[in-house]
């Protein structure tokens, strides 16, 4: 296999970007998505670096951009069913696994600028290009952007349940809080002040009063908000103990969880 010359490669992802653009045909871009697929997992097994891996990563992940924006538009049947004259084809009849088009169609949900993000910046921190990095960005802004970052109503009707606990005097030994965290790389739009109001209501929050003396915290959280994990820890009256690393099926990806002890 013949592996292009940096400045080749870089005339190559041009090509396949313009192509890619203009693309209607899902067997085209499955071509250019295969044939990229094979150069990086042969650039990879043969230890060819990491710039040559990754400029065929970008080739594959801009292809799968494509075909899940293709997907989306068609509003195909799944299944193993053969299309018959006139009607629409099914994703076997396209060679496609439910499984692919969720994926493709979630990461071509991604933003044109929030996706060239994530390939400039894991360039720059000298890591792997990957489907599953991207698929756990989209997957991230797409419940950031459903949520709207969890409107302050929820908050405040949390606030207020809590303090009639307390009135009432209960206490618990184990708590679990899984908060609307967004990732830092979307911390840099408009979300960014409501997302650190966000933060600011939910160390506000009368945990501390509601925990037994030797209650226990598990605090999920993902691993661009672990700083802010700490601090709402900390706010709440619980010292770090250690964390869980999970990984789980991909609706989830990988989170940790963390958890305390109150601070006496």
């Known amino acids: 296999m013949i ?3 940096p400045s080749q490669q870089l005339c190559v992802l041009d090509n396949a970007r313009r192509t890619l653009a203009t693309a209607q045909n899902l067997d085209e871009i499955k071509l250019i998505h295969d044939q990229a697929e094979a150069v990086r997992q042969y650039a990879k097994s043969a230890a060819l670096g990491l710039e040559v891996q990754n400029w065929a990563a970008e080739v594959k992940l801009l292809s799968e ?12 049947p799944g299944g193993n069913r053969k ?12 060679g496609i696994s439910p499984k692919q088009s969720h994926r493709w169609q979630l990461v071509a949900s991604l933003p044109e600028d929030r996706f060239q993000e994530y390939v400039a910046d894991t360039i720059r921190q000298n890591q792997e290009l990957t489907l599953a990095g991207l698929l756990r960005l989209a997957r991230s802004y797409r419940r950031a952007s459903d949520s709207q970052l969890a409107p302050a109503g929820v908050l405040e009707y949390v606030a207020r349940s809590l303090d009639r606990m307390v009135e009432q005097g209960k206490s618990f030994a184990c708590i679990y809080a899984d908060p609307l965290w967004t990732p830092v790389s979307l911390q840099r739009n408009h979300l960014n002040t409501a997302y650190a109001d966000m933060v600011r209501n939910l160390q506000t929050l009368p945990i501390r009063k509601v925990s037994k003396r030797n209650a226990h915290l598990h605090l999920w959280t993902l691993p661009e908000s672990l700083l802010a994990a700490l601090q709402l820890l900390r706010a709440w009256g619980f010292r770090y103990q250690t964390h869980l690393l999970r990984s789980s099926d ?4 990988t989170r940790p969880e963390g958890t305390g002890t109150p601070v006496t």
């Open 3 to 5: 592996i292009p010359t």
């Open 65 to 76: 951009r494509r075909a899940g924006e293709l997907l989306a538009g068609l509003e195909l």
């Open 83 to 94: 299309s018959a004259t006139g009607k629409k084809p099914s994703l076997a009849d396209l």
């Open 250 to 253: 991909e609706r989830c990806g």
